[in-house]
């Protein structure tokens, strides 16, 4: 209910929220690469990250749609990193990592609000759902057809649970969950069932794929879960963390399809 009231309401809601998942989520990347006796550089990834994301505002690109704006901030934030290792002892694996870190989570959360006002403000809140729809549809499909007939590991040294046969049914719960809501309402979308199935297998697969990635790093710093922020549920990552894909590559199949 929280989640759609922000939808809903757009950037007055969706900006503070978006900060709030950088600060949240850069902080637990840092306590999970402490373990690892790995330092990020929370100045630049959290500054940077707040440049970031008001470079993703859609009044930017309202006014001067020729400027990208987003890549013109990474730039910055990429040098700053550099020129800060330069003058603060050349720590290689802070900024590898905090490379990492920045292009992982500060880069994507961006385009929550961009996906929100495309291609505007009303159609938005209908294309943002979309991958929210085949996130859903995904982890329940994989979850049930996995626990169900799953025989075949998919990734054993990352996630041992996940199955060959859970990735398939989420593929087609997320196929046939897009299609029932895009059916139920028609004409919000400019494509057609062809190119859904695109959306479906694409949108589902960037999901397993931000899972397994999270999972990756999970097991890399030897932590269960990312953080504390939902006690007995995870941290804000592990929430997010199947968003974190499927949410810009909704945004670049937008615009590829549009």
Known sequence: MVLFLILWVGLPLLGPAL????????????????????????????LGGLLLLTASLPAL?????????????L??????AFIYELFSGADIPRLAF????LLYLPWTLGYFLLL???????????????????????????????RTIGRTKLAPTVSPNK?????????????????????LIQGAFPFGRGELLVFAVLLSFAAQLGD????MLKRYTGVKDSGQFLPGHGGLLDRLDSLIFSVPLT???????T
Do not use: C, H
């Open 251 to 257: 945004y670049y199949l937008l615009v590829i399809f």
């Open 116 to 146: 929100r006002y495309s291609p505007d403000a009303t159609l938005g809140l209908v294309t943002l759902s979309l991958p929210l729809v085949a996130t859903f549809a995904t982890d329940v499909g994989a979850y049930f057809v996995g």
């Open 19 to 46: 900060v709030l998942a950088l600060w949240i989520g850069t902080g637990e990347l840092a306590q999970m690469f402490a373990r690892k006796s790995v330092r990020l550089n929370l100045w630049v990834l959290r």
């Open 163 to 183: 199955t060959v046969e859970g990735f398939v049914g989420g593929l087609v719960a997320a196929f046939l969950a897009l299609f029932t809501y895009t059916w």
């Open 75 to 80: 730039g910055l934030v990429l040098f700053s």
């Open 61 to 73: 690109y309202e006014q001067n749609p020729g400027v990208p704006w987003r890549e013109v901030a």
């Open 212 to 215: 397994l990635t999270e999972s």
């Open 98 to 101: 905090s490379v990492l870190t």
